[in-house]
């Protein structure tokens, strides 16, 4: 499975929740004899991150979104 998702009911606060799904999709390349699974890992990347990122975005805080 390429893609990863986000159900968050908790991290936002104030009655805000997330919910998203990213779409793992690219392929597999190799990379001097290393599979690297690019599609699966910038998904797996964004479930990991964005939350956090999304919280300390200046506009967000400023409820411009």
């Given at each position: 499975m390429e893609d990863s998702h986000i159900a968050d009911l908790t991290s936002l606060g104030q009655g805000k929740y997330?919910?998203?799904v990213f779409d793992?999709?690219?392929g597999i390349f190799l990379v001097t004899n290393?599979?690297?699974l690019l599609?699966?890992?910038v998904a797996e990347f964004v479930k990991r991150h964005f939350v956090?990122?999304?919280?300390?975005n200046e506009n967000f805080k400023k409820g411009k979104y």
């Open positions: 997330i919910f998203g793992g999709h690219g290393y599979l690297i599609g699966m890992e956090k990122e999304l919280v300390k």
